[in-house]
Every structure is written in C-alpha cells, then in structure tokens.
C-alpha cells in the first residue's frame, strides 16, 4: 500500500542553519502531498500542500517541492528560528490510498538553539 | 480563523469503561475523520465520515469503535470498552470536500486518553 518515509529525527541546529527534512513516498498514481507540524501541546497544524508534480509548496519560510521523478517532498528552510522547534509530518493523500484519508510518515523532531 | 475544537483535551478512563471524545469540525466543513497517535508513534488513519456514514475506515476501527453525528455540530468518537492500547492522542479533523490537495484537512489539538 502507500506509504511516507522520513528521515529519522531528532534533527539538532542552531538558529540562522539551513534545515533539510527529508520525505520520500510510494503510491500508486498522483497523491497529494503535505507537510504538517506539530508544536508542543498542540495539535497539526497544516505548513503547506502540493497537489502534482512539480509543484512548489511554501509558507513561512518553508519550501517543499513535489518531485515525481524521485518520489520526493523535502522540507527546506534558509534560516531557522528557535521558534521553529517542532515536530515535522509529512503526508499524502488520493488518488489510491484508499479515498481521502491522509498516511503520515514518522514524524521528524527540530531542535534548533539559539 | 475556525477552527476544529475538540473535548476534553484529557481524558482519564478505568479499562472496560466506555468513553466518547467529542469533536467540533469548522463549520461549513462536510467530511470529518479521526486519526489517532500513541505516544512516539505516527498518525494513524481511524475512519472518515460523510454524509452520515461512515466512508471508510481502518482495520484500528474494530467493533469497539463508532461514530456519530448526533446533530448539526458535534462529531463523537465512541469507544464501547476501552483497552490498554486504547490509551493514545485522538484527533479530529475536518475538510470542506475529498481529494485532501485543494480541501486539506483542518485538525483540533487532540484529546489525550489515558487507560488506567
């Protein structure tokens, strides 16, 4: 079946670093691609969406592409914040997940330091 | 902005007790789901709900679990006779339609229970 893989975490900078969070999918056909956080005591929290190949994903400060070619989706940011510290879900959904419900990856965990 | 508003934020339960979390979707929101998330672990799919029925959910949603819209704002997920495994995050979610890209899923902060 479908399914995300991320890097494992935690993922340790300090503030200012370039961030790099890794996500690779197997589906069949053309899912959604997403990125969620979660910040301490809350729940997820949708950073930004890409629904076909080559879309580009953004929204405060990060950036994820959809790569068919590499079934891809990484997670970038130029600078982080101390604020940013978090954890990182990556998610598809459609066409053949099995109707709309969203399959996550491990989640990735971002310590960043002032 | 709405948001997707969930209750209690924690709820402690004796195993074998019945207990139902309650879920408040946005409001011009049509399907809703709930996911659950044991402690260091990753979101897992529990059901989705349209319609007034259930339109798919996962082998997790055995014969203990339901869900119910028992009007026109609340989504419940009821839990007949809770285990030890039970014991997770829940989350409710909620999107204007299918095919998550242009109606991502908007989701509440969790109800965590814990079985004693």
């Known amino acids: 079946g479908d399914s995300v893989t991320q890097m494992e975490g935690p993922v340790t900078l300090s503030e200012e670093a370039f961030l790099t969070i890794n996500c690779t999918y197997t589906a069949t056909g053309y899912p959604s691609l997403f990125w969620y956080v979660q910040y301490p005591g809350e729940g997820l929290q949708l950073l930004l969406k890409a629904t076909k190949a080559d879309d580009k994903g953004s929204n405060k400060g990060f950036e994820a592409t959809y790569r068919k070619e590499t079934t891809s989706f990484h997670l970038e940011k130029g600078s982080v914040q101390v604020s940013d510290s978090a954890v990182y879900f990556c998610?598809?959904?459609?066409?053949?997940?099995?109707?709309?419900?969203?399959?996550f990856g491990t989640g990735t965990r971002l310590q960043v330091f002032p | 902005e709405p948001e997707v508003t969930q209750t209690p934020s924690h709820q402690v339960t004796q195993m074998g007790q019945e207990v139902i979390l309650r879920c408040v979707p946005i409001s011009n929101h049509l399907y809703f789901y709930w996911y659950r998330q044991i402690l260091g672990q990753k979101v897992e799919f529990l059901v989705s709900?349209?319609?007034?029925?259930?339109?798919?959910k996962s082998e997790i949603f055995d014969d203990q679990f339901s869900v119910e819209r028992p009007d026109g704002s609340n989504f419940t997920l009821k839990i007949r006779s809770t285990k030890l495994e039970d014991s997770a995050m829940y989350f409710c979610?909620?999107?204007?339609?299918?095919?998550?890209?242009?109606?991502?899923?908007?989701f509440g902060d969790g109800t965590r229970l814990s079985i004693l």
């Open positions: 998610a598809l959904s459609g066409p053949h997940s099995g109707g709309d419900k969203l399959i």
């Open positions: 979610a909620s999107s204007e339609g299918p095919r998550g890209g242009n109606q991502p899923q908007h």
């Open positions: 709900f349209y319609n007034n029925e259930i339109s798919e």
